[in-house]
């Protein structure tokens, strides 16, 4: 346990640290990808180029340091962070490369405002803090269904929309597939041609547990004229075939279907989002009383239509195209927003959400403006943890 003396000093250098937070996180992943290239193998190399990863790193070491005297603060938040390390095989090895690039790179950019003594307060708080996340996720290695990457054949690649495509995944080796909870997601290991660098990425369990594959849907990130398609997405849509094998770690995440309360489940999806929520939506359709709300642009980037077909199913397109105005595809157009909301869906119930940025906020938002318990309210953001 750390001294008080340290302790002090962290808490009391949280502020300098975060205002330059960013600056000290670019700085550190920088030099730690130059000098140690083989860690581009880990980390998503877009959200370097797009600042997210930085950002997220500097939020999370800011909020456990200013817990400093308490870390179960930080609880929940480390669970998340815990999930998503597992699913890209963290180990404990990486912590202190991790930690000594860190502590250099508050040097080199503070300065002369950080003395000796504030350095070696870090170092330590450093060491509590990892020691919290590798104690926290040698657990769930233990309590994985496998460890690291096991082989998986695309048994069936299926398009859903204009945008998703599901694959459907086997276990290569032919064994028995694991449960998991409605929510989850896997991870997979790209090894892309004429890519530089192995690139990990999450993608949400779009079918019920239970079946003899596993189930993902994914959306082809396209890109501009200015912005670069996405990696993975596109090489899973383009280049990756029925018949082919790839790595991928036990499914994982701490956003599943609460199974203790009987309240009514209210599902709500922006675009891609509702492939935790399909999930979640077939497993619990026949035993509660279940609205699922999407959202999306228009019919044509609606994917996994047709599995929406209970009766208490809700479609809101932002810009019904015309067929989907002839076909009447559709409950509603334009957002989904508070007014509409309340008039669906009963406000006792557990409400579950998933989408682009702004969706997400918008239904934080409308779900806090009504009065809903933080306790009833989950949700899952497909960017780095701290950045939404
Ligand atoms: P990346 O290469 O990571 O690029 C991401 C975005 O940035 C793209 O839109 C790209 O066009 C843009 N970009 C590229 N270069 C730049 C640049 N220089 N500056 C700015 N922008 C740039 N996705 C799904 O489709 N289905 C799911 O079910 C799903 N579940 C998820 C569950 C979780 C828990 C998480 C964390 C994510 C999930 N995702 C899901 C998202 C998925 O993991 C990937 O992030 C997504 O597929 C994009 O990866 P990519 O490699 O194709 O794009």
Same mark, same amino acid.
């Given at each position: 346990?750390?001294?008080?003396?340290?302790?002090?000093?962290?808490?009391?250098?949280v502020p300098?640290?975060?205002?330059?937070?960013?600056?000290i996180?670019t700085?550190?992943?920088k030099?730690?990808?130059?000098?140690r290239?083989?860690l581009?193998?880990y980390f998503?190399?877009t959200?370097?180029k797009d600042?997210?990863?930085?950002?997220?790193?500097?939020?999370?070491?800011y909020?456990?340091?200013?817990?400093?005297?308490?870390?179960?603060?930080?609880?929940?938040a480390?669970?998340?962070?815990?999930?998503?390390?597992?699913?890209?095989?963290i180990?404990?090895e990486h912590?202190?490369?991790?930690?000594?690039?860190l502590l250099?790179?508050?040097?080199?950019?503070?300065?002369?405002?950080?003395?000796?003594?504030?350095?070696?307060?870090?170092?330590?708080?450093?060491?509590?803090?990892?020691?919290?996340?590798?104690?926290?996720?040698?657990?769930?290695?233990?309590?994985?269904?496998?460890?690291?990457?096991?082989?998986?054949?695309?048994?069936?690649?299926?398009?859903?929309s204009?945008?998703i495509?599901?694959?459907?995944?086997?276990?290569?080796?032919?064994?028995?597939?694991?449960?998991?909870?409605?929510g989850?997601?896997?991870?997979?290991?790209? &090894?892309?041609?004429?890519?530089?660098? *192995?690139q !990990?990425r999450?993608?949400s @369990? +779009?079918?019920?547990? %239970?079946?003899?594959?596993l189930?993902?849907?994914v959306k082809?990130?396209?890109?501009?004229?200015e912005?670069?398609?996405?990696?993975?997405?596109?090489w899973l849509h383009d280049?990756?075939q029925?018949?082919?094998?790839?790595?991928?770690s036990?499914?994982a995440? &701490?956003f599943?279907?609460n199974?203790? *309360?009987? !309240?009514?489940?209210v599902? @709500? +999806?922006?675009g891609v %989002?509702?492939?935790p929520l399909?999930?979640?939506y077939?497993?619990?359709?026949?035993?509660?009383?279940?609205?699922f709300?999407?959202?999306?642009?228009?019919?044509?980037v609606?994917?996994?239509?047709?599995?929406?077909d209970?009766?208490?199913t809700?479609?809101?397109?932002?810009?019904?195209?015309?067929?989907?105005?002839?076909l009447?595809?559709?409950?509603k157009?334009?957002?989904?927003?508070?007014?509409?909301?309340?008039?669906?869906?009963?406000?006792?119930?557990?409400?579950?959400?998933?989408?682009?940025?702004?969706?997400?906020r918008?239904m934080?938002?409308?779900?806090?403006?009504?009065?809903?318990?933080?306790?009833?309210?989950?949700?899952?953001?497909f960017?780095?943890?701290?950045?939404?």
């Amino acid at each position: 346990r750390l001294d008080e003396r340290t302790r002090e000093i962290v808490k009391a250098t949280v502020p300098v640290l975060a205002e330059h937070g960013e600056a000290i996180t670019t700085h550190f992943y920088k030099r730690m990808l130059t000098e140690r290239p083989e860690l581009k193998n880990y980390f998503n190399m877009t959200h370097q180029k797009d600042g997210k990863q930085p950002r997220a790193l500097a939020n999370a070491v800011y909020a456990a340091a200013s817990h400093i005297d308490d870390l179960s603060a930080i609880a929940p938040a480390a669970e998340t962070i815990a999930e998503k390390h597992v699913s890209l095989n963290i180990r404990p090895e990486h912590y202190p490369i991790i930690g000594e690039y860190l502590l250099k790179a508050i040097k080199e950019v503070l300065g002369d405002a950080v003395d000796e003594e504030v350095i070696d307060a870090w170092e330590l708080a450093y060491g509590e803090i990892a020691d919290l996340f590798i104690s926290i996720e040698d657990e769930k290695y233990k309590a994985s269904a496998w460890t690291g990457y096991r082989l998986f054949t695309i048994h069936k690649k299926v398009k859903e929309s204009e945008e998703i495509t599901s694959f459907y995944l086997k276990p290569e080796d032919g064994g028995s597939l694991p449960s998991y909870r409605p929510g989850q997601y896997i991870g997979i290991k790209a &090894d892309i041609p004429d890519y530089p660098h *192995t690139q !990990r990425r999450q993608y949400s @369990l +779009s079918d019920a547990p %239970g079946k003899d594959y596993l189930r993902i849907s994914v959306k082809r990130e396209g890109g501009t004229e200015e912005i670069p398609a996405g990696l993975v997405s596109t090489w899973l849509h383009d280049q990756v075939q029925e018949g082919d094998v790839v790595p991928i770690s036990a499914p994982a995440g &701490d956003f599943y279907l609460n199974e203790s *309360t009987s !309240r009514p489940v209210v599902l @709500l +999806s922006g675009g891609v %989002g509702l492939t935790p929520l399909m999930s979640m939506y077939k497993k619990t359709r026949d035993e509660r009383d279940v609205y699922f709300i999407h959202a999306a642009r228009n019919g044509g980037v609606h994917g996994l239509k047709e599995e929406m077909d209970g009766e208490q199913t809700y479609v809101v397109y932002e810009t019904p195209s015309e067929e989907d105005k002839t076909l009447a595809a559709y409950d509603k157009a334009g957002y989904v927003d508070l007014d509409w909301l309340r008039n669906v869906v009963p406000k006792e119930a557990d409400f579950y959400f998933c989408g682009p940025e702004g969706f997400m906020r918008a239904m934080n938002g409308a779900l806090h403006e009504w009065g809903i318990p933080d306790e009833q309210v989950n949700y899952e953001f497909f960017g780095p943890k701290g950045t939404l």
